[in-house]
């Protein structure tokens, strides 16, 4: 026995309790079971009865949206509004409209017969077939009790509005089948005469019919459907003529839902939208069977509960009381040594687990706050080239919660550009809103993807080859992915970047070789105006004779088109004393540095900044002038000289550059000022620059905000215009731009130090 044997007696009482219920149960199961079976029968006879009228009803209004979209069809629509010239037909518009509506026919199977008259050209088409004479189309399929002249009269030359006619006879490729017809008239407000269009649909009668397949095989019932007029539309397990003789029988109550009616259940139900009724029997019998099968089954139970119960109840009761008492030592030993109330055991475990679950609640909800670092950590790690070994890199990622099912990929970087040099509040808000922009996208596309941000204005992407998939097909989707989002970005947001990637990793060890590799393209892609999205492969090489590494000339050169002087002079220096302390170059080596030097300022000198400039032949004489056979510190002196001459154009261009832009918004304000909608959006849509950037920009060059400038140069006309007596204050608002008389008045004031009804009458004195 247990240590306490409260809990143990607890347990015993609450199976014997158990043990009596059954007895109960089965005493009431007998008594109950053969009406509970019979309402549980109605209830699921009348539930199946009830979805076979749902789906019937939902198939028929899918067939009233099949016409409803054939009237929509432009298509459609012009063929029927068509001319007939002479004997010609618009065969290709019928053969289209052939393709169009094949389709229907595989979304219901009510759609599996059907065809489109069309009355200015007397044609008949269905899915995949056209008949240019209607008699060719009755040949294959007609009703038995229909001429062709009776067919054409009441099928194709009357206006239907969604008329279905009842069961009748059909042959179908002399197939004899029967089946219901449903039959609209187009366009849909056809009420009188001959319509240009009628759409028929041939509904099977099987098709109903295996909707009512249910009660038959569940209970060996039968189903009937008939309309409005008491036409059969669809039976199961009963005959047309036995049906009919049921509905005329006096016997049958029409208005009940369920009736006894000689040895079967009978359940009516009407529909409320067409007015069909669904009625369907259930043989007495079987539900009896059932209430008998109930019966025996609930005293057989209730005996063998009966004896293995008393005998299971003390096995079970000791069984379950020992691990709970064994539990409760273990709370007192860790959350108290105090005594146990009576009846209390349960309160006290519930108390001590409830700690714990919130406890650990507490703790997993403070792991999942720091998941985002830990993520971004292990892949700045991944980056950088800090793990050792690939074991190292599996436990990392499973810290960070990252799932990495490859061994191979590519890393590239995206800098969002236009933001270059501009570091203020409100730049950096909107680069982390661009970042954020790009990440959504990106995961869009592939929720795989592994991100991370590098410094404000960049994204580290790191893509998982697949093992089915090559490191080409790799290469292929990254480059379409990136092409899209470039389209969908800048359209939807105007943000632009510039993407580089490196070449392809085969482990995770080699992630950081990737990222380099992405590193030196992207410096390269700054000079790069041919496209925004560049390969490592693609970006060339330097060589490795001396020392002039390709991402130096790519900095040497973005550092002279940005116009700073210093910082490339700095450069220059650098090559200068790496080649000279560690190379000891030979004199072939010095010729072909020399060389490469001279090339790169040959380079810029073919740029568009360099083309138009009057110093472009003396500073390509100068260039040239430069000799491999001169000391180091000489060539250094004259490549400095050089740097300065194209830094100082360079510099000259970018403010006219400045002023230039800023000309072409005051020209821009000055042509649309009257525009409501003018705002600073719409100029730097106009002028293709950031808004940030131009607003900068503008108070830079004129020590005015731009906002303050389009306001001055609305008051300025709103002044000329108050000067005469043409126009209303209001009118005159409207004129400048402002979309309400009040906003302009205090503008007015603002800016003039008057209202625009006192500037008015001064200016008339």
């Known amino acids: 026995m247990p240590k306490h044997t409260t809990i143990f007696r607890k347990f015993l009482v609450s199976y014997l309790i158990i043990l009596i219920i059954p007895s109960i149960a089965g005493y009431v199961s007998y008594r109950t079971s053969i009406s509970v079976t019979q309402s549980i029968s109605i209830e699921n006879s009348v539930t199946q009865l009830q979805r076979s009228q749902e789906i019937l009803e939902r198939r028929m209004v899918e067939v009233e949206g099949f016409t409803r979209q054939l009237a929509l069809n432009p298509d459609l629509n012009k063929l029927m509004n068509e001319q007939k010239t002479g004997g010609e037909i618009n065969v290709y518009g019928i053969w289209s409209m052939v393709k169009q509506v094949t389709p229907f026919s595989q979304t219901n199977d009510f759609l599996q017969n059907y065809f489109i008259y069309l009355s200015n050209y007397d044609?008949?088409?269905?899915?995949?077939?056209?008949?240019?004479?209607?008699?060719?189309?009755?040949?294959?399929?007609?009703?038995?009790?229909?001429?062709?002249?009776?067919?054409?009269?009441?099928?194709?030359?009357?206006?239907?509005?969604?008329?279905?006619?009842?069961?009748?006879?059909?042959?179908?490729?002399?197939?004899?089948?029967?089946?219901?017809?449903?039959?609209?008239?187009?366009?849909?407000?056809?009420?009188?005469?001959?319509?240009?269009?009628?759409?028929?649909?041939?509904?099977?009668?099987?098709?109903?019919?295996?909707?009512?397949?249910?009660?038959?095989?569940?209970?060996?019932?039968?189903?009937?459907?008939?309309?409005?007029?008491?036409?059969?539309?669809?039976?199961?397990?009963?005959?047309?003529?036995?049906?009919?003789?049921?509905?005329?029988?006096?016997?049958?109550?029409?208005?009940?839902?369920?009736?006894?009616?000689?040895?079967?259940?009978?359940?009516?139900?009407?529909?409320?939208?067409?007015?069909?009724?669904?009625?369907?029997?259930?043989?007495?019998?079987?539900?009896?069977?059932?209430?008998?099968?109930?019966?025996?089954?609930?005293?057989?139970?209730?005996?063998?509960?009966?004896?293995?119960?008393?005998?299971?109840?003390?096995?079970?009761?000791?069984?379950?009381?020992?691990?709970?008492?064994?539990?409760?030592?273990?709370?007192?030993?860790?959350?108290?040594?105090?005594?146990?109330?009576?009846?209390?055991?349960?309160?006290?475990?519930?108390?001590?687990?409830?700690?714990?679950?919130?406890?650990?609640?507490?703790?997993?909800?403070?792991?999942?706050?720091?998941?985002?670092?830990?993520?971004?950590?292990?892949?700045?790690?991944?980056?950088?080239?800090?793990?050792?070994?690939?074991?190292?890199?599996?436990?990392?990622?499973?810290?960070?919660?990252?799932?990495?099912?490859?061994?191979?990929?590519?890393?590239?970087?995206?800098?969002?550009?236009?933001?270059?040099?501009?570091?203020?509040?409100?730049?950096?808000?909107?680069?982390?809103?661009?970042?954020?922009?790009?990440?959504?996208?990106?995961?869009?596309?592939?929720?795989?993807?592994?991100?991370?941000?590098?410094?404000?204005?960049?994204?580290?992407?790191?893509?998982?080859?697949?093992?089915?998939?090559?490191?080409?097909?790799?290469?292929?989707?990254?480059?379409?992915?990136?092409?899209?989002?470039?389209?969908?970005?800048?359209?939807?947001?105007?943000?632009?970047?510039?993407?580089?990637?490196?070449?392809?990793?085969?482990?995770?060890?080699?992630?950081?070789?990737?990222?380099?590799?992405?590193?030196?393209?992207?410096?390269?892609?700054?000079?790069?105006?041919?496209?925004?999205?560049?390969?490592?492969?693609?970006?060339?090489?330097?060589?490795?004779?001396?020392?002039?590494?390709?991402?130096?000339?790519?900095?040497?050169?973005?550092?002279?088109?940005?116009?700073?002087?210093?910082e490339a002079k700095r450069m220059v220096l650098a090559v200068m004393e790496k080649n000279a302390d560690l190379h000891q170059l030979s004199p072939e080596m010095k010729q072909q540095l020399v060389g490469e030097l001279k090339g790169t300022l040959l380079k810029l000198l073919d740029q568009k900044a360099f083309v138009q400039s009057e110093l472009l032949h003396s500073l390509k004489n100068q260039i040239i002038g430069i000799q491999s056979a001169d000391t180091l510190p000489d060539i250094q002196h004259a490549i400095n000289e050089i740097i300065e001459a194209l830094c100082g154009i360079i510099n000259s261009k970018k403010n006219s550059a400045h002023i230039q832009t800023v000309e072409d918004i005051k020209r821009y304000i000055a042509a649309s000022y009257g525009d409501a909608e003018l705002t600073l959006y719409r100029i730097a849509e106009k002028v293709e620059r950031p808004e940030k950037y131009i607003s900068q920009l503008f108070k830079e060059v004129t020590d005015m905000n731009l906002s303050d400038y389009l306001e001055t140069v609305r008051i300025g006309h709103a002044t000329a215009l108050l000067r005469t007596e043409g126009c209303t204050v209001d009118e005159i608002a409207a004129r400048v731009g402002y979309n309400s008389s009040h906003s302009f008045r205090r503008a007015f004031k603002r800016v003039m130090g008057v209202a625009p009804s006192s500037y008015r009458q001064s200016a008339h004195i």
């Open 123 to 566: 044609v008949i088409f269905t899915q995949g077939s056209a008949y240019f004479r209607p008699e060719h189309y009755y040949q294959n399929f007609h009703y038995t009790d229909l001429s062709l002249e009776e067919w054409k009269t009441e099928v194709l030359g009357r206006t239907h509005s969604s008329e279905i006619m009842p069961l009748q006879s059909f042959l179908s490729n002399k197939k004899q089948s029967s089946v219901v017809t449903y039959m609209q008239s187009l366009p849909l407000d056809s009420f009188s005469g001959s319509a240009p269009a009628t759409v028929v649909v041939i509904i099977d009668e099987e098709h109903i019919s295996n909707l009512l397949a249910g009660l038959e095989d569940r209970y060996g019932g039968w189903a009937h459907i008939s309309d409005a007029e008491g036409n059969t539309v669809g039976l199961r397990g009963i005959t047309d003529e036995a049906a009919r003789r049921l509905s005329a029988s006096s016997g049958l109550d029409q208005t009940k839902r369920s009736q006894f009616y000689h040895d079967d259940l009978v359940i009516t139900i009407q529909s409320e939208q067409n007015g069909w009724i669904y009625r369907a029997g259930v043989p007495r019998q079987a539900l009896m069977e059932n209430a008998n099968q109930i019966k025996h089954m609930t005293w057989l139970v209730t005996g063998i509960a009966l004896v293995l119960g008393l005998l299971a109840g003390l096995l079970l009761s000791y069984r379950n009381s020992a691990p709970i008492n064994r539990l409760l030592g273990v709370m007192k030993e860790h959350f108290g040594k105090e005594e146990i109330a009576a009846r209390n055991e349960y309160d006290f475990l519930q108390g001590n687990i409830a700690t714990m679950l919130t406890s650990n609640r507490q703790l997993e909800q403070m792991l999942e706050n720091q998941l985002p670092l830990v993520r971004d950590g292990f892949l700045k790690r991944l980056l950088a080239g800090e793990f050792r070994s690939q074991e190292e890199i599996a436990a990392a990622a499973a810290q960070a919660d990252i799932a990495l099912t490859a061994e191979g990929g590519n890393v590239g970087i995206l800098r969002i550009n236009g933001y270059s040099g501009m570091d203020s509040i409100e730049i950096l808000n909107e680069l982390s809103a661009a970042r954020l922009i790009l990440k959504q996208a990106l995961s869009e596309r592939d929720d795989g993807l592994l991100m991370t941000d590098l410094g404000s204005d960049r994204l580290v992407i790191i893509w998982l080859r697949e093992e089915q998939a090559s490191g080409g097909s790799l290469q292929q989707q990254i480059g379409h992915m990136l092409d899209e989002l470039a389209r969908t970005a800048y359209s939807e947001y105007k943000v632009s970047f510039s993407a580089a990637l490196g070449d392809c990793f085969e482990t995770l060890m080699d992630v950081s070789h990737s990222y380099e590799q992405a590193g030196q393209t992207l410096e390269y892609t700054e000079f790069s105006g041919k496209q925004s999205i560049l390969w490592f492969s693609e970006s060339g090489r330097a060589t490795a004779t001396y020392y002039y590494p390709l991402d130096m000339e790519q900095r040497l050169i973005s550092t002279i088109r940005a116009g700073e002087a210093e």
